[in-house]
């Protein structure tokens, strides 16, 4: 396998209905770029027969294939963090396994990387996915972009491209819980944008669910910015010079006018106001502190079972 220019990054979990799709339209379309290539596959502890299906692919194409083979789930930022280090090419790309990206627009992101653009956003340019999706995509996009100073137009896009550089620096940080695409961006020098085409998953299902996208825009949020402790530190001190007040207008109105008799309900409701925002308080700063607990423990992000890969000199595969 002679050095790429070109590193596709796959990340594969449970997509045995996809791959054969993936398979026929990926290689022709990577063939057709007149550009040498490598493909990382790395099988995030699938649990059906995608290990096989990629060990059979690495066997009919081991010129410009390699997997990496996970002993457990990780986590799919975990699977594109390996695919990163194992990754040789200038120009690396990422990419789905199930096919809602199309393969053949991969050379739209790399016409952009050629004339001098050192990370590629994508943008869907028809959305497929179902109605909550997209909706609760809009308001993730909308908060982290009032949070955080890192602007993307369509964070849950998967196909994006990024210069050695920027992969480079990735590779340094040893963060357990990020989210790529933004680390990336506060990286680039010359970030861009294109839009690309968006289909229906080929087969299978989702992986992703209601709570893995809240799931991870806290890790943006949290990962990218202090700006939720200081908005909470400055509610908190609004609702405890409010508190104050209240206190004080009750003390004097008992002074002036005597015990109330009623709106004990009232009093009961404020507290459980100030109750909710304190619960929520902690909960934020859990946030924070678990990072940060993640992190001390300094544990492996993944384990590595074994790496199907052409052996330049004895032409034999490694593992």
């Known amino acids: 396998m002679n050095t790429p220019i070109l590193s596709v990054v796959i990340p594969v979990y449970n997509e045995e209905a996809s791959l054969p799709a993936l398979f026929a339209r990926l290689y022709p379309a990577l063939d057709a770029l007149d550009k ?25 194409r081991s010129d410009v294939t390699r997997v990496i083979l996970f002993n457990g789930n990780f986590g799919q930022h975990r699977a594109i ?23 053949e627009d991969i050379h739209l992101l790399l016409a952009q990387m050629d004339i001098g653009y050192d990370y ?7 959305r497929n996915d179902s109605l909550w999706r997209h909706v609760a995509s809009r308001l993730m996009n909308r908060m982290r972009e009032r949070i955080t100073s890192i602007k993307m137009t369509d964070q849950g896009c998967m196909m994006r491209a990024y210069s050695r550089r920027i992969v480079d620096t990735i590779n340094q940080c ?45 890790d943006l949020m949290t990962g990218f910015s202090l700006v939720p402790l200081q908005l ?8 405890s010079l409010g508190s104050g007040l209240l206190v004080t207008y009750l003390m004097l109105r008992r002074l002036i006018i005597g015990p109330e008799e009623g709106g004990l309900f009232t009093l009961f409701a404020i507290a459980f106001f100030l109750i909710g925002i304190a619960l929520f308080g902690i909960g ?9 607990y993640n992190e001390v423990r300094q544990r492996p992000r993944y384990l590595i079972s074994a790496i199907l890969e052409k052996n330049e000199q004895s032409d034999k595969e490694s593992a």
């Open 36 to 60: 040498a290539y490598e493909i990382v596959f790395i099988n995030d502890g699938s649990r059906d027969r995608s290990a096989a299906m990629l060990a059979d692919q690495f066997h009919l």
């Open 81 to 103: 963090l390996a695919g990163f280090e194992h990754a040789r090419g200038e120009q690396i790309v990422t990419l789905d396994a199930d096919l809602q990206n199309p393969p």
């Open 120 to 126: 590629v956003g994508s943008i869907r340019r028809q």
């Open 174 to 218: 040893n963060e357990m819980n990020t989210f790529i695409p933004a680390l990336a961006y506060t990286f680039a020098q010359n970030p861009t944008e294109v839009t690309i085409g968006h289909e229906e998953r080929h087969a299978g299902e989702s992986k992703y669910s209601l709570y893995s996208l809240v799931r991870l825009n806290f």
């Open 232 to 239: 909470f530190s400055m509610l908190g001190m609004l609702i």
């Open 284 to 292: 934020l700063l859990g946030e924070y502190i678990g990072r940060i």
